[in-house]
């Protein structure tokens, strides 16, 4: 796929901010190609999986498929491929899931139809195609290739590209397209119910991004957000040297119930307010915020530090402490500790008995470089509410 529009349209893509993760199966390889071949794929591609064998489909999907090759699986692979991207993307950049599966032209004549399905996911809509061709029409690399300009055009589409397309597709194979918005209410409650991993309102003035992939990441209720968030995630963003600093709510509670949309809202106008980025996640334990933001520095206070260490918070069982909280530290996590009142107590990292496994990935905040005793709590009482 040398031709002069493909590249031109190639290198537009890789111009835009979006990042994306493509999830292809049976055809569509030449875009893969095309995409990887022209300089600036870095910029887009954050990964590509070719789940081609049964198998290998199954494990990606986590259960067997009504068909390999239909529009609800490609729907599926284009979800998995959006929140896969979310994980991996740089913060605050858009991203995009792409799936796609085809029942292409192979060595043995097929009975049923030439055909492939693709769906492309962001976070405010999904697309979805279906394109069968004329059998008999074009050889299997004819067909790829066919198939691999749709999908330079769909990705296009998503990054907001002036797609100049000249397509090969005859007059009577017309693409069967649909389109879905969803709205910033439709959005909160696909994640409260787990469709997707979190969403990012990016709210950082340009002074505050960092090129680094590592998230600083100061996570709490903020009910409500005080200067103290603030100030912590200010001196702990300064202690790493390098990063994007965020802070993050889960909108899902360990022993309470979830947070309604009308509450996450409310706590998210508090950002834009004071202009510092907010992640919305339906994650509130460590492990599991670990998965999401691989490679992240997480400001704790030293009692959540306490309550990660300690064993009553894993039934009682030391080894399984250890187990989950080393299992963090391979994702290249760390912990970033600033003093906390432990009941009734102030108290330091220091204070605190760490396992030696563990001693790497817990980092102190000096007391001196900063110390919170009011909490989101006493400042609800303070004003009455």
């Known amino acids: 796929m040398t031709d ?16 994306a993760v493509l999830y292809l199966s049976g055809g569509a390889s030449q875009s893969l190609g095309s995409l990887m071949s022209v300089p600036g794929a870095s910029n887009t591609v954050l990964e590509a999986v070719v789940p081609y064998s049964r198998m290998s489909m199954i494990q990606l999907l986590g259960k067997v498929p009504a068909q390999f090759s239909s529009r609800q699986t490609a729907e599926e692979m284009a979800l998995l491929a959006y929140n896969r991207a979310l994980k991996l993307s ?3 950049s858009p991203v995009l899931g792409v799936g796609f599966t085809g029942s292409l032209a192979s060595t043995r004549p097929k009975l049923g139809k030439h055909r492939f399905h693709l769906s492309t996911r962001t976070s405010d809509w999904m697309c979805f ?8 029409l074009r050889t299997r690399e004819q067909e790829d290739r066919v198939s691999s300009q749709f999908l330079l055009k769909a990705i296009a589409n998503a990054c907001n590209v002036p797609a100049t397309y000249a397509s090969e597709l005859s007059e009577s194979e017309v693409p069967d397209e649909c389109e879905v918005h969803f709205d910033e209410d439709q959005q909160l409650e696909q994640l409260i119910s787990g469709q997707i991993c979190f969403k990012v309102y990016p709210f950082s ?20 957000l005080h200067d103290g968030h603030l100030k912590l995630l200010e001196v702990a963003t300064r202690i790493c040297g390098d990063g994007y600093p965020c802070f993050e709510i889960s909108a899902v509670n360990a022993d309470k119930p979830p947070l309604t949309v009308s509450q996450i809202k409310d706590r ?8 510092k980025t907010v992640i919305i996640s339906n994650q509130p334990y460590f492990y599991k ?4 933001f691989p490679g992240s520095a997480f400001v704790i206070g030293a009692d959540t530090a306490a309550r990660l260490v300690n064993p009553k918070y894993y039934g009682g069982d030391y ?9 963090c530290k ?3 996590c760390i912990f970033l500790v600033g003093g906390r009142n432990v009941d009734g107590v102030f108290k330091v990292l220091e204070d605190l008995c760490i396992p030696e496994e563990l001693r790497d990935i817990f980092i102190s905040i000096p007391a001196e470089n900063f110390r919170m005793d009011i909490s989101s709590t006493e400042v609800r009482k303070s004003l009455g509410m």
């Open 205 to 224: 003035s340009e002074k505050d991004v960092s090129n680094s992939e590592r998230k600083i990441i100061l996570p709490g209720s903020f009910n409500p």
């Open 129 to 136: 195609s279906t394109v069968t061709f004329l059998k008999g």
């Open 4 to 19: 002069g529009w493909i590249r031109a349209l190639v290198e537009a893509i890789h111009s835009s901010p979006t990042q």
């Open 289 to 292: 915020k670990a998965e999401h």
């Open 268 to 275: 998210v106008k508090q950002f834009q307010k004071v202009g």
């Open 90 to 92: 740089n913060p605050g």
């Open 319 to 327: 080894e399984k402490m250890l187990d989950i909280l080393i299992g």
């Open 330 to 332: 391979r994702t290249g």
